[in-house]
């Protein structure tokens, strides 16, 4: 069933909802190909410290740098971040001595000429740091590193704690993007998540933010949200377009008590949408995003035309990593502070989750390192396709062999016939030479990419030799 709606009559792009029903299932988002799941604690035989090394071959590409600033005063009760609840403001500059000890033990080891291009400050909540604090952490990152002249330099922003003086030492530093957590705009439903954030508090930080100079802004969103409802969803994005954003990031809410006991007091209030009225808000998003002119850029990215994403998916040049999609490709990325995952062409490397661990790790002067994975040839080459797929929508074979080094359509031949059904019901079109996934097979792209995964395929396996 496509669904007939209100923005038909618009540029909005149908949804096949009876498809998402019969395809959605659990599956990775593919900001990393093998996924961190299949990353391992034997870290000796990997020998990540040499993956650093091989990353400075000559011709390397440029770097990429991210900072994990994980405080935040208060929890937000759906929250799925690695965080650390603190009202002790001096935790900040305490955990700026050891970011420091850090980089001073990272950028001995990367070849100075190599520009960094890309710069993003992740939490956590940023802002929990004192403005002369992100001076300090900009200063520091200048002292270790070469920016490149035109740096994209974000920043994750809570309009709950943020000031003018925050704004202007960010713009100070360098920071040029920003991306604010919205969440929801009802009172009701901001009251049962643990976050309340008047509309009025959102406008002033795009006020702050605009005046001083911010090229682009993103507001993140989360669908099925305790006591959300299509109707409430349906106006919290009309609040956020009334705020002018660049982007927009609407996320399925995750519920993972298992690993986030703090959700747990959404099943025990029993206030959490169904899995249809998720899917209803899904649509409600999807719908009035796209009427009001945003490109869907996948995976629950929406991107103004003239925004450098969708410029950057129209030219064939997006790139997906651990901060989603992202316009730095062959960027090797390198990460900062606790739970952070650094990247290189053939690495995973995920620091110390905890603070205890990182700062016990930095005091025996020793990287960081908890977890991690030295990719494979194949690992590389599918991570390649998958890439690919999840940026392009679209797989050239002809393209993709070059770059690869073998031939795709013989290698993968396997792959490309277990899409068969996925292609009967539209989702996917092969034709010489070609692979697409359609319009209405955009929402279902994952399911796309998981036929490619060489983890997702084997487990497949296993599940029906057990049945
Ligand atoms: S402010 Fe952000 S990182 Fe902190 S608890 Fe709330 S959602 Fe999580």
């Known amino acids: 069933m496509i669904l007939p709606t209100e923005a038909h009559a618009t540029s909005a792009t149908p949804l096949d909802l009876d498809l998402i029903r019969k395809y959605s299932i659990p599956g990775p988002r593919y900001t990393s190909y093998p996924t961190a799941n299949q990353f391992t604690t034997e870290l000796a035989p990997l020998a990540l410290e040499q993956a650093i090394s091989d990353d400075n071959r000559p011709g390397a590409g440029p770097v990429s740098l991210y900072f994990h600033l994980p405080f935040c005063e208060t929890r937000c009760w759906f929250c799925g971040c690695n965080t650390v609840i603190t ?68 920043v994750e922003v809570d309009p709950r704690r943020l000031t003018e003086d925050h704004v202007r030492a960010l713009r100070d530093i360098g920071v040029n993007r920003a991306s604010l957590g919205v969440q929801d705009t009802n009172p009701s439903v901001q009251l049962a998540i643990h976050r309340v954030q008047p509309q009025s508090l959102n406008v002033q930080a795009f006020a702050w933010l605009r005046a001083h100079g911010f090229a682009s802004i993103n507001v993140d969103l989360i669908y099925g949200l305790p006591l959300q409802t299509p109707e409430t969803f349906k106006r919290t994005i009309d609040d956020v377009l009334t705020l002018g954003p660049d982007r927009l990031s609407v996320f399925s809410y995750a519920h993972v008590p298992w690993i986030k006991p703090a959700q747990k007091i959404f099943e025990d209030r029993e206030q959490l949408p169904g899995p249809e009225e998720k899917l209803a808000m899904f649509v409600v998003a999807h719908e009035k995003l796209t009427a009001a002119g945003f490109i869907d850029i996948g995976l629950d990215h929406f991107a103004r035309p003239d925004d450098s994403l969708a410029l950057a998916q129209r030219a064939g ?36 989750k905890t603070l205890p661990e990182w700062r016990a790790a930095l005091d025996a002067n020793q990287l960081p390192i908890e977890r991690g994975l030295r990719l494979t040839a194949e690992d590389q080459r599918r991570r390649t396709i998958i890439m690919r797929l999840m940026c392009d929508r679209r797989l050239d074979f002809a393209a993709l062999s070059k770059m690869i080094g073998i031939d795709f359509a013989t290698s993968y031949a396997t792959e490309l016939a277990s899409l068969d059904d996925l292609r009967a019901d539209g989702i996917v079109t092969l034709s010489p030479g070609k692979l697409e996934v359609t319009t209405i097979g955009a929402p279902l792209l994952r399911v796309v990419a998981m036929r490619f995964d060489a983890h997702f395929i084997a487990a497949a396996r296993r599940h029906a030799q057990a049945i």
């Open 87 to 154: 009202k002790r403001s001096s935790a900040a500059g305490e955990y700026l001595d050891d970011l420091e000890r850090e980089m001073r033990l990272t950028a001995p080891r990367l070849n100075r000429s190599r520009f960094v291009t890309q710069i993003h400050l992740g939490g956590g909540t940023p802002t929990f740091f004192p403005p002369d604090e992100l001076r300090r952490l900009g200063a520091l990152v200048r002292e270790h590193f070469t920016l490149a002249p035109e740096v994209e330099f974000s």
């Open 317 to 352: 040049t997006l790139h997906r990593n651990f901060q989603g999609y992202s316009t730095q490709s062959d960027a090797s990325l390198y990460s900062f502070g606790i739970s952070s995952i650094s990247s290189t062409p053939d690495s995973y490397r995920q620091n110390h």
